[in-house]
């Protein structure tokens, strides 16, 4: 919310559907989202046609309140995961400090979160066993209804195959604290790079990265071998597909693959003319 404010953006309830940037003022604004008819629909009722368990739009609202508190038992569950990735959050945005130490290097996941013991225990759960685990006690039909929608949004996959930390982001994404910028959220980098008046080098392909005694870092290119010297280096891409050498052997990287099968459904109405 504060870069949005600093260039002048708006911004919207997510999901964003307000497609225009940000007016004359600075300040912000907070666009309701028109998208506000989102149902849980059971295509495979007794009768077999579908129907509605909790109905979109505002003319449902105060029976989906009814049905809502009828099939996950209440609201306790609701609030015990948001609750729980409110303080995920929390931890993470107070974890912002070490990026200012230019000194301090992170090969790992797990050296990052060292010193978040909410992140890092996130990493070694399955959501799915997190919750359902004594200490937790939420039901399997929340579970399965609601967070496992959110998780198959994010990562494609069910709750019982992606991690706490993994529920935990897809969770905040429909939290009433996520905003989008308006015309697309890539306006704040745009904003954020040309307010640093930085040198872009598009289409540049680095081969080599070396660190220096002085504690910088020397990065070489391919077009025409230049290098130059950076005081950190963030590679935005797995170690093992950049294809660049890395002088010191602590940043060998290791990608383990899966398969991944996604089946995308489809109803399609066909009107035929008789002859």
């Known amino acids: 919310m504060e870069m949005a404010s600093k260039f002048n953006l708006t911004l919207c309830k997510h999901p964003c559907t307000y497609a225009k940037g ?3 003022d600075a300040t912000v604004k907070l666009l309701e989202s028109s998208l506000g008819s989102y149902g849980i629909w059971n295509p495979e ?3 077999g046609n579908g129907r509605w368990i909790v109905g979109p739009g505002s003319e449902w609202r105060i029976l989906n309140v009814v049905k809502a508190l009828w099939r ?3 609201f306790g569950d609701y609030s015990h995961v948001q609750k729980r990735t409110k303080t995920a959050v929390d931890e993470f945005l107070q974890s912002y400090k070490a990026f200012n130490d230019n ?5 790992t996941w797990e050296e990052y979160l060292s010193d978040k013991p909410l992140l890092q225990s996130s990493l070694y759960y399955s959501a799915y066993e997190y919750y359902l685990s004594a200490n937790e006690g939420v039901r399997r039909r929340f579970l399965e209804e609601v967070v496992s929608l959110a998780t198959r949004v994010n990562y494609m996959q069910d709750i019982d195959k992606v991690n706490t930390l993994g529920a935990h ?3 905040a994404a429909g939290s009433d604290v996520a905003y989008s910028i308006a015309g697309g959220n890539y306006q704040i980098f ?3 790079l040309a307010s640093s008046e930085s040198h872009l080098h598009l289409n540049t392909s680095i081969t080599k990265i070396r660190r220096k005694n ?3 870092y020397t990065v070489l290119t391919q077009s025409n071998g230049e290098h130059d010297d950076f005081d950190l280096v963030i590679i935005a891409a797995p170690l093992s597909l950049a294809n660049i050498s890395i002088s010191d052997t602590k940043y060998r990287d290791h990608t383990e693959y899966m398969h991944m099968y996604k089946t995308h459904e489809a109803i399609i109405n066909v009107v035929m ?3």
Do not use: F, P, R, V
């Not at 000194?103 to 090969?107: D, F, H, K, L």
């Open 103 to 107: 000194t301090t290097i992170y090969s």
């Open 45 to 47: 009722d007794l009768h």
């Open 169 to 171: 982001i897809s969770m």
């Open 190 to 192: 745009k904003h954020m």
């Open 273 to 275: 003319d008789q002859c």
């Open 72 to 74: 996950y038992s209440g």
């Open 214 to 216: 002085t504690g910088k």
């Open 22 to 24: 940000g007016g004359d």
